[in-house]
């Protein structure tokens, strides 16, 4: 089935620890996104990526980082940077980085600090 | 600045009893405003596009309308599996960035 597959579903990090959380599509989509959400606030765009090999920051980005080699993968890193990382974080695509394409998620991860 | 506002923040209904959900948007230029379910825990699931003023998205019980300042979300005779957060995000002109509202909860009770 065509989809977005984000890995692990469940993530704890210790303080001081960089984790990456995976993002894999077969829409065969140019576009992809990281977004992370916390409760009772919308979602916040952390990185975006149009094309392989080409990223932008997002409005929250700090403290994140990310990579675009394969049209199909855009993972993210969350760096020790990032003070107040525990939260929800979604992955998403569309067919390309053009405005009025829709945009779709995977499943979510969550991730959490101990 | 930029900005999505829904309302209620918190919906409960009885089955069968209809209502709306808003969503008021401020930006400079609308590409699209898009309508997601999201169950607890999951992704959201998309339901609507809507492009221009005047425009109307019909799937099963919902209903989507835009005016030049908000959309609304109409739910007809809902059931329990109706249940979930709905969010809604306005896509500016020029790039593909999203701009949430922070969803509306609905609860539909049998």
């Known amino acids: 089935d065509g989809g977005i597959t984000q890995s692990p579903k469940y993530l704890f990090r210790k303080e001081g620890q960089n984790v990456t959380l995976s993002c894999e599509q077969n829409?065969?989509?140019?576009?992809m996104y990281w977004y992370r959400q916390d409760p009772g606030q919308g979602l916040r765009l952390i990185y975006y990526?149009?094309?392989?090999?080409?990223?932008q920051k997002g409005d929250i980005a700090e403290g994140y980082s990310v990579s675009r080699e394969k049209k199909e993968s855009f993972p993210l890193t969350v760096t020790s940077a990032q003070k107040n990382p525990t939260a929800f974080y979604l992955c998403?695509?569309?067919?390309?980085?053009?405005?009025?394409?829709?945009?779709?998620f995977g499943e979510g991860s969550w991730l959490t600090v101990v | 600045e930029d900005q999505v506002t829904q309302s209620p923040e918190a919906l409960r209904l009885q089955e069968g009893e209809s209502s709306s959900l808003n969503c008021s948007y401020t930006?400079?230029?609308?590409?699209?405003l898009f309508w997601y379910r999201q169950d607890p825990g999951k992704g959201p699931e998309f339901l609507f596009t809507?492009?221009?003023a005047g425009e109307e998205k019909e799937k099963e019980r919902l209903k989507a309308t835009l005016t030049k300042k908000e959309s609304f979300l109409h739910i007809t005779a809902p059931k329990p599996e109706d249940s979930a957060t709905y969010l809604c995000?306005?896509?500016?002109?020029?790039?593909?960035?999203?701009?949430f509202g922070a969803g509306t909860r609905l609860a539909v009770h049998p």
């Open positions: 930006v400079s230029g609308l590409r699209g």
């Open positions: 995000a306005v896509q500016e002109s020029g790039y593909n960035k999203l701009i």
């Open positions: 998403a695509s569309s067919i390309t980085g053009f405005s009025g394409n829709t945009i779709y």
């Open positions: 829409l065969n989509h140019d576009a």
């Open positions: 990526s149009q094309i392989v090999n080409d990223f």
């Open positions: 809507l492009y221009s």
